[in-house]
């Protein structure tokens, strides 16, 4: 079910203001990059309604700071393509930001991984459809194909098939959201890691076209 990227769909309360002082942006951007470079993070005129796409978060002392709406399509990412978001409370639908940027569309899923794993530290949202379409060979779980991307139904899909596991990192597809792949782990490095190697085994499957 295709649906378009960088619609907020849950009620934000956003005030300008700035980052926390303990957020390793550098690492944020690095990764934001290596992700554009591969297509997994980016904007396409013939897809997703010419939306751009893609996002990924760092968990800080309080929330997370994760990339701005409508950045995928930024050539780099800076300090002042980032958000803030302090609370996340995904039964009632709201969001709680700060910072230079308005958070992404994707937030509400970001904060849910984030409330279900305390041991997760990075996400990253991307658009593959190498990956989406092999997910099942690739062995992800997948969200159900009626939840939406940033609605309160997608944010229970991830509590659902992240609360009984007992590993701090790994991924999953999003069913509803057409191409959209998640990883998380303890780091953003690894977090990186997992996704490149998830693009690198789907390239890798009989019949597969090479591509994100």
Same mark, same amino acid.
């Not at 309360?13 to 300008?16: A, L, S």
């Not at 499957?205 to 076209?209: D, E, M």
């Given at each position: 079910m295709a649906q378009s990227e960088g619609v907020i769909r849950y009620q934000l @309360?956003?005030?300008?203001g700035k980052l926390p002082s303990d957020a390793d942006i550098s690492r944020l951007c690095r990764w934001f990059d290596r992700c554009r470079g591969l297509g997994l993070i980016g904007l396409n005129p013939d897809l997703y309604d010419g939306y751009a796409y893609g996002n990924i978060s760092l968990r800080a002392s309080r929330g997370f700071v994760i990339s701005g709406t409508q950045t995928g399509g930024n050539a780099v990412l800076t300090r002042q393509d980032v958000a803030w978001v302090q609370e996340v409370d995904p039964v009632h639908n709201r969001l709680l930001a700060t910072g230079p940027a308005r958070p992404s569309s994707e937030a509400m899923t970001h904060g849910q991984i984030y409330l279900t794993l305390p041991a997760a530290n990075a996400v990253i949202h991307a658009h593959s459809a190498a990956i989406w379409q092999r997910a099942d060979a690739l062995g992800l779980p997948l969200t159900a194909p009626e939840a939406g991307y940033g609605t309160p139904e997608m944010a229970q899909e991830v509590r659902r098939l992240l609360v009984s596991t007992t590993s701090d990192s790994g991924g999953f597809a999003m069913g509803g959201?057409? @191409?959209?792949?998640v990883s998380y782990a303890r780091d953003m490095d690894t977090a990186g890691r997992l996704m490149l190697e998830l693009l690198t085994r789907a390239n890798a499957?009989?019949?597969?076209?090479p591509g994100s």
């Open positions: @309360d956003f005030r300008p959201h057409e @191409d959209g792949v499957i009989p019949g597969s076209q």
